[in-house]
């Protein structure tokens, strides 16, 4: 069973108005440049600043902009509720919405997004519950699954023009899932959340082979009110040859809350 070591955690803090709720993350493998993804129907990308052990010091990123729909018009609010987040190579990326459940193909901020296919099920979901979680595999095809159903969590398979679902992620205690991304070793990791009220967030990160599901192997656990509300993960592999989960957390623009950003190191 794999280890994680905590290896420390900044606060992003910016005077950009679009500023907050940080819900996705995206990393290029060296672990440097970003894009993230507000619950506001924002994108941002940027530089994570790291010292020359790679440890995080800080971040520079492009002000936010606000993601377009129908006729190139901004995303209604009612419609912007956008969760996850999945880069193709080819610099296009896809973005999983709560509210009106649904995945949205941006081939750049200045196109008209293309919607793909809605299954049935997406509509059934709760609307404050459903695709928080996006991972893109290798071949370019797309995982999703619902933060809170009952029972286990099914996993969606997107992958020439069609979905599918024949796997289930086992529910294990109190923890619901958040993010999603593929490691470099081929597995698929997914950033669980643990809320209790006051008391604050506990995270969990399992990894799974994506054609089993099941119960997977969990690789963190942190303490509850260790960190904030992390919701975004992405996964790489630094220069010593170590997986590295870097994790994002959405203050739900509060005051008292923060946009941490923290990273853990696995032993194997």
Do not use: C
């Not at 880069?87 to 901020?109: I, K, N, P, Q, W």
């Not at 799974?208 to 790489?236: C, K, Y």
């Amino acid at each position: 069973m794999a280890e994680a070591e905590w290896l420390g955690s900044i606060t992003w803090r910016s005077d950009d108005p679009l500023m907050g709720g940080m819900s996705a993350l995206d990393l290029t493998t060296d672990g440097v440049s970003f894009v993230a993804l507000s619950d506001r129907g924002a994108v941002t990308h940027g530089i994570l600043e790291r010292d020359a052990m790679g440890a995080l010091l800080g971040i520079r990123a492009a002000p936010l902009q606000k993601l377009l729909g129908r006729g190139q018009a901004i995303l209604p609010k009612g419609r912007a509720d956008s969760e996850g987040l999945a880069v193709a190579d080819d610099g296009s990326f896809y973005v999983s919405f709560e509210g009106a459940t649904r995945v949205l193909h941006y081939v750049d901020m200045q196109a008209e997004p293309i919607n793909l296919p809605r299954p049935d099920a997406f509509k059934r979901y709760s609307r404050n519950a459903s695709l928080e979680a996006l991972a893109i595999a290798s071949d370019g095809s797309l995982y999703t699954l619902p933060e809170d159903v009952k029972g286990d969590f099914p996993l969606w398979h997107f992958a020439e023009g069609v979905w599918s679902q024949d796997v289930f992620i086992a529910r294990q205690g109190d923890f619901l899932p958040v993010a999603a991304d593929f490691g470099p070793d081929g597995w698929l990791y997914i950033l669980e959340r643990n809320f209790q009220g006051i008391s604050g967030f506990a995270s969990r990160v399992r990894r799974f082979d994506p054609l089993i599901g099941g119960m997977g192997e969990t690789v963190m656990q942190s303490r509850l009110g260790q960190h904030d509300n992390l919701e975004g993960l992405a996964v790489w592999r630094d220069q010593d040859g170590f997986i590295r989960l870097t994790m994002i957390a959405d203050d739900n623009f509060r005051f008292f809350q923060s946009t941490e950003i923290a990273e853990y190191r696995l032993s194997d």
